[in-house]
T-cell receptor
Framework: AQKVTQAQTEISVVEKEDVTLDCVYE???????LFWYKQPPSGELVFLIR??????QNEISGRYSWNFQKSTSSFNFTITASQVVDSAVYFC????????????FGQGTRLTINP | EAGVTQSPTHLIKTRGQQATLRCSPI?????VYWYQQALGLGLQFLLW???????NRGNFPPRFSGRQFPNYSSELNVNALELEDSALYLC???????????????FGPGTRLLVL
């Protein structure tokens, strides 16, 4: 079975600090897909990034960066110079197989950026 | 481009009643997914519809059902409502490229269902 663990339930930092959200996944499949979503108080899940299991390149998008390491089954997300607008719940998710198409989510990390 | 839309935004029902939730996917997307986000239980996969057919189902009782229409919009029906059905129901859509693996799912704003 697939599993995603986000061990950090809540994180609170002061604005402009860097913060890393951890994600550890479990799957026996060799082909899988990892995602990060952001859920602001409005409730809608906002897609941030998708990574395929065969692509271990790290990615940077503005203040956001992602570190994918298959050796440790981790897909961590770092926000640099955090801003109050980054406050939200962040979810890491995993999908396996072409046919299954369902996302398995971690429990989410509630991130609060204080001014 | 319009995103995934859901209606209603809020729904209040009493135990035993039926609830109907609606979802319109992003234009061009043929797949619709339903997820339940209940307090303390996280986000759980409910149903996947593609090209009008139910393709996959999560670990939910049969009173959770749905359908997908020819225009790819979808309905989620919950019969014989129970208190624990109170949750945020999120719909997502994607297009499916055959043999191309998992496509990104884009989510709507959700329907908050409260069962009294």
């Amino acid at each position: 079975a697939q599993k995603v663990t986000q061990a950090q339930t809540e994180i609170s930092v002061v604005e402009k600090e860097d913060v890393t959200l951890d994600c550890v996944y479990e799957t026996r499949d060799t082909t899988y897909y990892l995602f990060w979503y952001k859920q602001p108080p409005s409730g809608e899940l906002v897609f941030l990034i998708r990574r395929n299991s065969f692509d271990e390149q790290n990615e940077i998008s503005g203040r956001y960066s992602w570190n994918f390491q298959k050796s440790t089954s981790s897909f961590n997300f770092t926000i640099t110079a955090s801003q109050v607008v980054d406050s939200a719940v962040y979810f890491c998710a995993l999908s396996i197989q072409q046919g299954a198409q369902k996302l398995v989510f971690g429990q989410g990390t509630r991130l609060t950026i204080n001014p | 481009e319009a995103g995934v839309t859901q209606s209603p935004t809020h729904l209040i029902k009493t135990r035993g009643q039926q609830a109907t939730l609606r979802c319109s996917p992003i234009s061009g997307h043929t797949s619709v997914y339903w997820y339940q986000q209940a307090l303390g239980l996280g986000l759980q996969f409910l149903l996947w519809y593609d090209e009008g057919e139910e393709r996959n189902r999560g670990n939910f009782p049969p009173r959770f059902s749905g359908r997908q229409f020819p225009n790819y919009s979808s309905e989620l029906n919950v019969n014989a409502l129970e208190l624990e059905d109170s949750a945020l129901y999120l719909c997502a859509s994607s297009f499916i490229r055959r043999l191309a693996g998992q496509e990104t799912q884009y989510f709507g704003p959700g329907t908050r269902l409260l069962v009294l």
